[in-house]
């Protein structure tokens, strides 16, 4: 179990404190919704959670066939639903794997990436597509 503690800063700006680590991470609302956008949103978090996990995923999988996959580059767009409640629609994240990672047999990173635990715990209705770029 992790702990995370926060505060509400005002302005719409919210600081979290990852209590393991002590690492602050702040947040803002999105211009589009009455914020400053000087932050990641709280979606914005989402889409950053959905690159990473699949990114830490892929890695550990890589790892149990003896291969690094370090300068693995990754970007997630974040789709908002135009209707009301206001929520992540789609998520369109795009791998660019490293020469290494073909040393990995076929399809471990493929099902590594859409078995991450984010992946997994997203709602069935979030839209979310992976596409891989092998060097």
């Known amino acids: 179990m992790v702990r995370i503690t926060g ?3 005002g302005g719409l700006h919210c600081a ?5 680590s002590g690492n602050v991470l702040s947040t803002d609302a999105p211009r589009d919704n009455q914020g400053r956008g000087e932050a990641f949103s709280p979606t914005d978090l989402v889409a950053t959670a959905f690159g990473t996990c699949i990114a ?3 890695a550990i999988a890589a790892r149990k066939h003896g291969v690094d ?3 693995l580059k990754f970007e997630v767009t974040k789709e908002m639903a135009p209707d009301s409640p206001r929520r992540v629609s789609r998520l369109n994240a795009r791998f660019w794997m490293p020469a290494a ?3 990995v ?3 471990v990173l493929e099902k590594a990436a859409s078995t991450c ?3 997994q715990s997203l ?4 839209e979310k597509i992976i596409d891989f770029a092998w060097e």
């Open 16 to 20: 979290a404190i990852h209590e393991p």
């Open 7 to 9: 505060e509400y800063q």
């Open 123 to 126: 709602a069935p209705s979030v």
């Open 105 to 107: 047999p076929a399809g």
């Open 117 to 119: 635990p984010v992946h």
């Open 56 to 58: 830490t995923t892929m």
């Open 69 to 71: 996959i370090a300068g």
């Open 101 to 103: 990672a073909r040393k």
